[in-house]
């Protein structure tokens, strides 16, 4: 509830007229922030039948925060112009000056000024008057005494153009008496206590309304990040495609698995540090299946399995290296290794996490990202496999056409021979980053405002639960 003295302060000056007062009339007269006789009208509403308060909508003119700086030091080309000495003054110099570019541009306007550009010692400018009116703070400073009234509505929209200006709209309440008006506070009782009731004082109180209609206060709870809705809807549509999700809880993984035996060469691009975040501890792996290693090592450097390789000398050290997994198909390479090494079946897996590269941050990249994963293992698989699942999988999306969102494509045999499998099984893939759909499903343009410590915390709590259209 509002101060008592400032109710009773309202009240006495409601007493004094006939009909209403404006509530910021009863601020002016009060000399305190309207807002505060907005709080007291409501604490008298809520005291029952006090006093009558409608709402009311009015506008009028205010200065901006530039404008206010002009009607106490002067317009900008007031400023120029008083810095001009009689022998002139060089361009460079004046537009040196806060005031400079703007108050220079507007007292050539007014023909205050003129500009010599064929002076000895480079352009100078001089004045052409003796004296000037500012007539831009006087306009601002009539405003600023509540007399805007007096100036004409061209004058004014100059003045909003020049941002010095802004129209706004002031709410305020129409107060009058009410049927039990008075001008001292009776506090009503919120509370009917066992000491009330055995006293009998409960006859002689008035009680406070009990609002059968006010919300209960929210319970403080967690808050989805965005990107975790949107997982979690990506997870919903491989299940439901009937993919099983693959285990990713390895960020750490060695080149062998990460590069390897995905039959990427040791000299590839991708390998060196400026794309790749190398551990230092421990710096190697050492553990590999032999024979597996030894295949991949000779599909390198000699070929086999219907390919001449890369033809050059394959090194264990590389090889070993620990570094940051780059994408998550360094997974897909041990599970398809792993089905390799049982009775093959036909399998779809799927995985969504975290991968590492050593990217030059800006608005669309990030040295942490998320991927997506698909990949499918049978027999016979084609592109037409694979554009019939992209198909079904971005339709679940929402996607009605044909956007570049991500790569595909088919793994070569000379990836998936070596790790044993079935002469005749195809595998298919294709991948996509999880902040991409995320920020253009949440109108996000910098992904800084969605991954990071700029963050606001804010947006987490206010958008929706992802719903990807169907």
Not at 355 to 381: C, K, M, P, S
Not at 421 to 447: D, Q
Not at 457 to 470: A, E, F, G, N, T
Request: charge should be neutral.
């Amino acid at each position: 509830m509002a101060d008592t003295g400032l109710l009773e302060a309202l009240l006495r000056l409601l007493e004094k007229v006939d009909g209403g007062i404006d509530s910021q009339d009863v601020a002016a007269d009060l000399g305190v922030d309207h807002q505060l006789i907005v709080g007291a009208v409501k604490s008298l509403q809520a005291l029952g039948e006090v006093i009558s308060a409608e709402q009311k909508s009015s506008k009028r003119w205010e200065l901006t925060g530039e404008g206010r700086e002009i009607a106490e030091q002067g317009s900008h080309e007031a400023r120029v112009f008083n810095a001009i000495p009689d022998e002139g003054l060089p361009q460079n110099e004046l537009m040196k000056m806060p005031s400079g570019k703007v108050g220079f541009s507007k007292a050539m306007s007014n023909k205050w000024i003129r500009l010599d550009k064929a002076h000895e010692g480079g352009p100078r400018v001089f004045k052409t008057v003796e004296t000037i009116e500012d007539t831009v703070r006087d306009k601002l400073q009539l405003v600023q005494k509540g007399l805007s009234a007096k100036l004409e509505d061209k004058e004014k929209n100059e003045l909003k153009k020049r941002k010095l200006l802004s129209e706004v709209t002031v709410k305020s309440y129409w107060i009058t008496k009410g049927s039990s008006f008075s001008t001292t506070i009776t506090k009503q009782e919120t509370e009917l206590t066992p000491e009330m009731i055995a006293s009998g004082s409960w006859k002689e109180k008035k009680f406070k309304p009990y609002n059968f209609e006010a919300m209960g206060v929210a319970p403080d709870c967690g808050h989805l990040h965005p990107l975790m809705k949107v997982r979690t809807q990506f997870r919903q549509i491989f299940l439901e495609m009937g993919f099983t999700e693959m285990p990713t809880n390895n960020f750490i993984e060695s080149s062998f698995w990460n590069f390897d035996s995905l039959f990427q060469p040791q000299q590839h691009p991708a390998r060196d540090q400026h794309d790749t975040f190398f551990i230092s501890d421990p710096a190697l792996a050492h553990e590999f299946p032999q024979d597996y290693l030894e295949r991949v090592k000779q599909v390198h450097s000699e070929g086999g399995y219907g390919s001449q390789g890369y033809k050059y000398d394959w090194k264990i050290e590389e090889a070993q290296k620990n570094l940051l997994r780059t994408h998550t198909t360094a997974v897909s390479a041990r599970m398809l290794y792993k089905l390799a090494q049982q009775k093959f079946t036909p399998v779809k897996y799927f995985s969504i996490d975290r991968v590492f590269r050593n990217e030059t941050l800006d608005a669309t990249h990030l040295a942490e990202f998320h991927q997506i994963e698909g990949v499918v293992a049978d027999y016979g698989l084609t592109l037409g496999n694979l554009m019939g699942i992209l198909h079904q999988f971005f339709t679940k999306l929402g996607l009605k056409k044909w956007v570049e969102v991500g790569n595909s494509g088919v793994f070569r045999p000379e990836m998936l021979l070596p790790m044993g499998l079935p002469e005749g099984v195809s595998v298919i893939a294709w991948g996509l980053s999880l902040e991409r759909p995320t920020m253009i499903k949440y109108g996000i343009n910098n992904i800084r405002e969605l991954v990071g410590h700029k963050v606001n915390l804010q947006m987490v709590y206010d958008s929706p639960i992802c719903r990807l259209d169907s």
